[in-house]
């Protein structure tokens, strides 16, 4: 797949996907999180939790597209597995990044002072392996920066045909992945409610299902990583069931057969 192709094949898989004109509307709406605690039997309350707006039902019903999204990850039988894997990793690059532009001016050193999601910190590891603890924009800032090296080194992601991927290159594929993943995470922890004031959650929802079952598909990211937000990925990577069909007010009645009595529809 030459590089004009893989070009085409991401602006296929990000049309599906793609954040419209709405990412650049600010709305006056505001939504606050409500926490709850209870009382232990030793009258001590633990600390308040938060509330995880996100996985209420009004706000995890709202998708982009309603169709499974398996068939969007499945490697094509005429594509190669790395050419595959180079071609939605650059896009989810991509579509992650425009996402969190849309919050970027909510996410800043006094509001995000740590990367966090889901009571989980992340921690920077520089080049040499240094430990360092950062601002949620500063580790976003490294992220994409380093995904952007990443993804635009030819001898990484060959894009001229016949150019062989580095023996690294699925190990450096798992490491954008999980690095977007941190993103992804971060942005429902922190940065939901901006999401709904500007009516953009039904493309974070899109986006974060489609990257999931990507990853899953081709073990891309550690089970164990993104456990804390396996409970928003059960609601969401499941498929939408399609709406019941509307009834033909012009069909005329008739009664109801045996059959048609006992039939139940799942929903």
């Known amino acids: 797949m030459t590089g ?3 070009g085409k094949s991401q602006e296929h ?3 599906s996907l793609c954040l419209d004109r709405g990412c650049g509307e600010r709305r006056d709406k505001n939504q606050r999180l409500r926490g709850k605690s209870k009382t232990k039997p030793n009258g001590k309350k633990p600390p308040t939790e938060e509330k995880k707006q996100y996985l209420e039902l009004e706000y995890t019903k709202i998708r982009v597209v309603d169709f499974d999204l398996k068939e969007l990850v499945v490697l094509p039988r005429e ?3 790395n050419e595959w894997l180079a071609s939605n990793t650059t896009t989810f690059f991509n579509l ?7 919050i970027s001016e909510f996410c800043t050193g006094d509001t995000c002072q740590a990367m966090t ?3 989980t910190i992340y921690y920077w590891y520089d080049e040499r392996g240094k430990k360092t603890k950062c601002t949620a924009p500063q580790y976003v800032d490294f992220v994409m920066s380093l995904c952007q090296k990443l993804v635009t080194d030819e001898e990484i992601f060959p894009t ?3 150019k062989e991927f580095p023996n690294s290159f699925e190990s450096l594929v798992k490491k954008i992945c999980r690095y977007l993943f941190h993103v992804l995470a971060h942005l429902y922890w922190a940065h939901f409610k901006e999401t709904v004031a500007l009516d953009l959650q039904g493309h974070l929802n899109t986006l974060y299902a ?3 079952v990507f990853v899953r598909e081709f073990n891309l990211v550690d089970p164990k990583e993104t456990f804390i937000m396996d409970d928003l990925s059960e609601i969401l990577c499941t498929p939408v ?4 069909p509307t009834p033909d007010p012009s069909a005329p009645d008739s009664a109801p057969s045996p059959s048609s009595q006992n039939h139940v529809t799942e929903r």
């Open 117 to 119: 999601a889901c009571n």
């Open 241 to 244: 069931p399609p709406p019941a």
């Open 96 to 102: 992650i990044n425009l996402q969190y532009s849309t």
């Open 79 to 81: 594509i190669d597995l």
């Open 4 to 6: 004009k192709e893989r």
């Open 160 to 162: 001229k045909y016949g």
């Open 13 to 15: 898989i990000a049309g």
């Open 210 to 212: 489609h990257f999931i």
